[in-house]
């Protein structure tokens, strides 16, 4: 099986503008999940989605959002983007297999906030 | 509210050595947790995950402990080598969260394996 890919691998934008990431699940996962990685806060939940609701949210600004696409793949969208914004954003699928959820993530995609 | 620490922050170690990484959560209400590899810039690779239910999980040659009562993992890795050099990190599936994908990841921990 095909892992799980997002576009673009790396963005560069000036503070106030908006930009849209995307993710492409492993094929048959239905939960994609958002996180956000800098060095001083790590890795941190953005949101999840699930059959195209919104079912867990992290502690973020409305500025960050997200939906899903009936075939699973996942945007996420910032905007009005913020210096502090620059960070590598993961994207991670997982199925409920034996009980519980084991995430797999994708490469990331780095953005960079000028 | 979940919290997930990883000690040490860096270890180095000689390759040949065999060594533990160790995670602990103040919540022991988790339904599972999972090690990760994070080689730099790069994603994150699933190395074990470990449910609720289980004490231990082994892949070639890495061992992972759960043992919640006291709220603890430990990642054993035996006989490191140079390629074993990543950020190790620790992540728990909160059981307020326990029908979705969220996880809690600690800070992680960098390991250098000398040759």
Redesign the interface.
């Known amino acids: 099986k095909a892992g799980?890919t997002?576009t673009p691998r790396y963005l560069i934008k000036t503070r106030g503008q908006q930009v849209t990431l995307s993710c492409s699940p492993i094929s048959g996962h239905r939960?994609?999940?958002w996180?956000q990685q800098t060095p001083g806060q790590?890795?941190?939940?953005l949101f999840?989605y699930?059959s195209e609701t919104q079912?867990?949210k992290?502690n973020f600004p409305g500025r960050f959002s997200g939906r899903q696409f009936s075939n699973s793949r996942s945007e996420m969208n910032v905007s009005t983007l913020e210096l502090g914004d620059s960070a590598?954003y993961?994207c991670?699928s997982?199925s409920r297999t034996?009980?519980?959820?084991?995430?797999?993530?994708?490469?990331?995609t780095?953005l960079t906030v000028t | 509210k979940q919290e997930v620490t990883q000690i040490p922050a860096a270890l180095s170690v000689p390759e040949g050595e065999n060594l533990v990484l160790n995670c602990s959560f103040t919540d022991s209400a988790i339904y599972n947790l999972q090690w990760f590899r994070q080689d730099p810039g790069k994603g994150l690779t699933s190395l074990l995950l470990i449910q609720s239910s289980q004490r231990e999980q082994t892949s070639g040659r890495l061992n992972a402990s759960l043992d919640k009562s006291s709220g603890r993992s430990t990642l054993y890795i035996a006989a490191s080598q140079p390629g074993d050099s990543a950020t190790y990190l620790c992540a728990v599936g909160d059981h307020g969260s326990s029908n979705t994908g969220k996880l809690i990841f600690g800070q992680g921990t960098t390991l250098q394996v000398k040759p």
Request: no cysteine; aromatic share 20%; net charge neutral.
């Open positions: 799980v997002q939960s994609v999940s996180y790590g890795l941190q939940f999840e699930f079912r867990n992290g590598l993961l991670a997982s034996g009980g519980t959820y084991e995430q797999y993530f994708g490469p990331g780095r």
